[in-house]
């Protein structure tokens, strides 16, 4: 089962990719950490990755696409995996399906959260709230300002592939407005038919 979670910040993806992961034994697979093991690793595409980051140059897509394909072939992903992250941008989820297809493997479904944005900002700004107030100190990005700008950059780089899969016939819309069991109900909807849990 590979499956694709998109979605603003603040929607729920990573409340959802925990459960995921857990009832359906499959990895979630963050571009950020898979770049990291692969500087780690010194893997041929992670050392590419190194000197671009190190001179202060954006890791081009082709490299990101890289670590996805040298990832998915660990035992942990054979069977399945969630991208949360990625593919950011159109451009890169095309060359994802490109090297998806040479490996003879396709993307099961993507998952779109739908929210209101206006209630996102309210959601990130009511948890900031509640963090100050037991003295925690607020991620820098859940102050409204900065999650603003955050939803401004989903909306111009990200939300473009709503149309793209929706081409593809793959994209399956959930509720993310809804509380996070009625959400899980609907995502066992979409990932039942494709594959059943492995716990209860």
């Known amino acids: 089962m590979r499956i694709i979670l998109l979605g603003p910040p603040g929607a729920g993806k990573g409340t959802q990719s925990a459960r995921i992961v857990e009832r359906y034994g499959i990895p979630q697979l963050s571009t950020g950490d898979m770049l990291r093991a692969a500087v780690a690793a010194g893997t041929p595409v992670g050392l590419q ?3 671009l980051m190190e001179s202060g140059a954006l890791v081009p897509d082709s490299v990101v696409v890289g670590i996805v394909a040298d990832r998915i072939e660990e035992a942990d992903a054979r069977p399945g995996f969630i991208l949360d992250g990625f593919p950011r941008t159109v451009a890169q989820a095309a060359a994802l399906d490109t090297m998806l297809k040479q490996k ?4 099961d479904a993507v998952i779109e959260f739908k929210v209101d944005e206006d209630a996102l900002v309210g959601r990130i700004a009511k948890r900031a709230a509640e963090t100050a107030a037991r003295g925690e100190p607020v991620r820098k990005d859940d102050t409204p300002e900065v999650f603003k700008t955050r939803l401004d950059a989903y909306r111009t780089q990200t939300a473009p592939l709503s149309e793209y ?10 509720d993310g407005m809804a509380p996070i069991e009625e959400v899980t109900r609907q995502l066992d909807g979409v990932l039942q038919p494709i594959r059943q849990p492995v716990s209860a």
């Open 49 to 51: 990755a190194k000197s």
């Open 104 to 107: 003879g493997l396709g993307i």
């Open 165 to 174: 899969y929706a081409g593809t016939g793959l994209l399956r819309p959930v």
